[in-house]
């Protein structure tokens, strides 16, 4: 059960006195009418109109539609796209914009990455949780990623990632991964998110040198694991802990 903290207890006589103040004002203010809250696809268009009229340069469609997605194409000036949690399916219809930096498509309903090697200027990518049957391997073209999130839990080889050696963030939080040794020649690697994955074996973490934060579930782990996590803490890595709340 979970306590919120309110305000101290207000007087009797002033929390009266207030309900009536509130109450003769209301009744001055006259009834507006009722308003709806635009559609996923109308608010796409807003975002999108505003875009074009101020040359963005970061163009967030999280959680909108576009009726078509192939006009994001003429936006030569945006290099941050966000596009998660949408009915986006094909990059193609994006591939003119070989000048993103930044690209987010995570739960949406791509699954063909081949078109990924039309953004070469790439530095982040998330990825999460794709259309069913999405093949990952087309990332291992970007080297030049900096950020990558990545997977779900039908993610289970992570071996794409060795070739992305300027690699500094990874998260395959809630993925099927449980193999970490791809992970061993990313030198560069600074902060990891392992939350929620079956991961035993920390091993591979010993050998990057510069790891500074990793992100760990610990519920339900041996001793073994815990001590592989207090190694990686002597070695003055941030390990969080992230919480499990079981609900009975």
């Known amino acids: ?14 929390i009266a006195a207030a309900y009536v103040a509130s109450m003769t004002l209301i009744s001055c203010v006259p009834e507006s009418p009722a308003t709806t809250m635009p559609t996923r696809a109308e608010r796409g268009a807003a975002i999108f109109a505003e875009c074009v009229a101020t040359q963005c340069e970061t163009l967030n469609l999280d959680r909108a539609t576009l009726e078509d997605y192939s006009t994001l194409g003429g936006l030569d000036h945006v290099t941050a796209l966000m596009i998660s949690y949408s009915d986006f399916d094909d990059l193609s219809d994006i591939a003119e914009m070989d000048q993103l930096t930044e690209l987010h498509i995570g739960w949406t309903e791509v699954s063909d990455l081949s078109l990924l090697k039309a953004f070469p200027n790439l530095r982040l990518l998330h990825a999460q949780q794709l259309a069913e049957g999405a093949d990952l391997s087309a990332i291992g073209q970007l080297s030049g990623l900096e950020e990558l999130g990545v997977g779900d839990r039908s993610t289970t080889d992570i071996g794409f990632v060795s ?21 061993e020649g990313l030198h560069k690697l600074e902060r990891l998110d392992l939350g929620w994955i079956s991961v035993t074996d920390l091993g591979p973490l010993m050998r990057l040198p510069n790891l500074k934060q990793v992100s760990v579930t ?26 499990v709340i079981v609900m009975c």
Do not use: C, H, K
């Not at 059960?1 to 002033?14: D, E, G, I, N, W």
């Not at 070739?163 to 992970?183: K, T, Y």
């Not at 610990?218 to 919480?243: K, N």
């Open 1 to 14: 059960m979970v306590f919120f903290m309110t305000s101290p207890f207000r007087p009797f006589a002033t």
């Open 218 to 243: 610990l519920y339900d782990r041996d001793e073994e694991f815990r001590a592989q996590v207090q190694a990686l803490r002597d070695r003055g890595v941030e390990v969080t802990e992230i919480e």
């Open 163 to 183: 070739g992305l050696s300027s690699l500094r963030a990874l998260d395959i939080s809630e993925s099927g991964v449980s193999d970490l040794s791809p992970l």
